[in-house]
Structure formats: C-alpha cells, structure tokens
C-alpha cells in the first residue's frame, strides 16, 4: 500500500509519483532530479532504476484498468496537459486527482511496468 502525495505544484506530478514509489519526500526526489518542473520519461525511469527499482522499456498503451499490471507509472493526455500518475493494485494514485478508483479523464493513456 502506498502513501497518496499530491503535487507540491501543478509541474511537479512525476516528482510527486516517484516520490509515492521510492517512499522519498517530494523535496528530496527534486533535489535528485535537479529539476522542479515537469520530468520526462527518461528521469522517471533513470531516478526508479538508481532507486532499485525494475522499469519496463517499453510504453504500452491501456484502455482499461484491468490491463494494468499491479504496479506502474502511467502517462496520460489529460484535458490540460500530459500528466504523470501511478497505479497500485487496484488503486489510482493521481497527484493532482487524488486516490481514485479508475483512471483520471484522460485521452491516451501510458504505462510502464515497475517492480520494486
């Protein structure tokens, strides 16, 4: 079960889902990235991986929740930008949303499997 962070601000949703995987404070993943805007997927997956965490390589469209493995990042097209969030078996962990049942409103959607 992960602990629900939402973005310290609205550039800083991938901070706050590597912070919800790793267990870090947001503060401490941006000062890692030495980025506190938007992340994109090649430091989402460097930082996990630096981490000991396994990421896919490949991003694999999803229609529905139930094609999700139990633990992945997800990159959606929502209706104002491309936006990081996190499922966990079962639940999704939106830093901008909240803790939801399914998916947040959301054009494309993304994962990649993690395994920690």
């Known amino acids: ?34 980025n506190d805007r938007e992340t994109d997927l090649k430091e ?16 694999i469209p999803v229609a529905d929740k139930d094609e999700l493995p139990p633990l992945c990042m997800l990159s959606l097209e929502t209706p104002r930008c491309w936006h990081w969030s996190l499922y966990c078996e079962g639940l999704f962990y939106d830093p901008e949303h909240g803790v939801m049942d399914d998916f947040p409103e959301a054009k494309r959607k993304y994962y990649w499997e993690i395994r920690l």
């Open 1 to 34: 079960m992960l602990s629900y962070i939402h973005e310290p601000t609205n550039l800083q949703c991938g901070q706050a889902v590597l912070a919800m995987i790793t267990g870090l404070a947001v503060d401490q993943v941006t000062s890692e990235l030495h």
């Open 44 to 59: 989402m997956k460097g930082f996990l991986r630096r981490h000991g965490a396994w990421v896919s390589d490949e991003r």
